[in-house]
């Protein structure tokens, strides 16, 4: 009973670290990252986020790989272009088209090209920082015509004092480099300007999707740089981006991504019927644990094998072991007991065995069922004699004969007299 229980609380502790292993997987952890909205360095912007939540911006940060992106109702805002990483070779795409513009499928969760796919899709692509390197990257990964000349031109002072944000001049202190010539980019339409007119800020319409470039780092609104004018800046910012359902803060292309683990794979919703199984499994086993075996008031149970499996299964055994003498004792024995219950006695206390005791008990036995009989208990006498051992198989196999003989003559019917008739009394 202690032993079941011993097993039960062990089986109930595995279970439980099984489920805080399984919550630990998957709670975000404090990341210190540069750039990143989760970090509280100087150069994070945990600020701006805070702010932005707490003005009800529907912000969160965003960890998972570009494939996951779903696109329409959600705004993604990253703080540079993402650079493609080594993959290896790039597997075989499917004939099937799947894409909301007919393209064919990316096969690589982490593959650029899925911003694009995101923004055809309805979302809405945020880019800060954006310099010349980038915009060719950005050219290739949204399948742009590349443009004839610079759209990225160079400022005569790098410094920013103040901008304009449809209309509205606000103070801000950032560094930016370059501005964006709008003339050279189609369609482009300008948001944010400095307070020479050049453009800081365009945005581009990709299908139901659009692309919004800044030349503005995203380090302008850090931990370090967020005073009250560049927080004001932020806010009039955002508020005038397109409305979204979500707006997300990207940590992949900062290094927040991690391949999902076996265990958050095991427990997501596309796996819930493993899940399930798993979890009956684990109940299954902590009933066998808890009901294993019997109780300690219960009695020990017993094979079922019946006397004559038990008997043929002794005798060859001894029968292989040669010992005929011994089988010739049960053998007699057990004719014995048999005629004396068909005669109504009752057995001997050892039947005929091979101490004297039992031999003397025997042979009375043997006296009562001859009945008066001398040639019947002659014979008997001599088949019950402990000196007669048989040596072999034949041997014991007439011992048997004989005792049969015996008991054939002993209980076969007995020839009755007729009763003298009475003479008539005169």
């Not at 805080?20 to 909205?37: A, I, K, N, Y």
């Not at 008066?372 to 048989?390: K, M």
């Amino acid at each position: 009973m202690r032993s079941g229980l011993a097993r039960a609380a062990l089986i109930a502790l595995l279970g439980f670290l099984l489920v805080v292993g399984v919550l630990l997987s998957t709670l975000p952890s404090p990341e210190e990252r540069e750039g990143s909205v989760l970090s509280t360095e100087p150069a994070g912007l945990r600020a701006a986020f805070l702010l932005l939540e707490g003005l009800g911006f529907p912000v969160a940060s965003w960890d998972e790989a570009p494939s996951h992106l779903a696109g329409a109702g959600d705004l993604l805002v990253l703080g540079r272009v993402p650079e493609a990483p080594d993959l290896g070779p790039t597997p075989p795409e499917p004939p099937t088209p799947t894409t909301p513009n007919g393209g064919p499928a990316i096969a690589r969760s982490r593959d650029p090209r899925h911003y694009r796919r995101f923004v055809e899709a309805g979302g809405t692509l945020v880019l800060f920082g954006i310099d010349q390197e980038g915009l060719e990257r950005l050219v290739l990964q949204m399948d742009w015509p590349e443009p004839e000349d610079d759209v990225l031109l160079e400022r005569a002072d790098s410094f920013v004092e103040r901008a304009d944000i449809q209309g509205t001049g606000l103070t801000v202190a950032a560094k930016v480099d370059d501005h964006i010539d709008a003339t050279r980019l189609p369609g482009a339409s300008v948001l944010v300007c400095d307070e020479d007119g050049q453009a800081l800020g365009v945005e581009l319409e990709l299908g139901p999707g659009r692309v919004l470039l800044f030349t503005l780092p995203l380090e302008t609104f850090d931990n370090a740089a967020l005073d009250e004018a560049n927080a004001l800046f932020l806010v009039r910012l955002f508020e005038a981006l397109p409305r979204a359902e979500r707006i997300l803060f990207d940590e992949y292309v900062l290094g927040g991504w991690e391949p999902t683990s076996a265990l958050v794979l095991a427990f997501s919703p596309r796996a819930a019927l493993f899940s399930a199984h798993l979890l009956a499994l684990l109940a299954l086993l902590v009933w066998r644990a808890a009901w294993s075996g019997p109780f300690a008031r219960d009695p020990e149970p017993l094979a079922a094998v019946s006397a004559l499996a038990r008997a043929e299964g002794a005798g060859a055994l001894l029968a292989s072991a040669g010992r005929w003498g011994l089988l010739a004792r049960e053998l007699r024995r057990g004719f014995l007991a048999r005629w004396c219950v068909r005669a109504g006695l009752r057995p001997p206390e050892g039947g005929a065995g091979a101490t004297p005791a039992e031999v003397e008990a025997g042979l009375a036995a043997l006296t009562r069922l001859a009945r008066g009989d001398a040639r019947w208990l002659e014979r008997a006498r001599a088949a019950f004699s402990p000196a007669d051992v048989p040596a072999s198989e034949p041997a014991l196999v007439a011992l048997e004969r004989e005792l049969t003989a015996l008991e054939e003559a002993c209980f076969a019917p007995r020839e009755v007299r007729p009763a003298r008739e009475r003479a008539p009394a005169i």
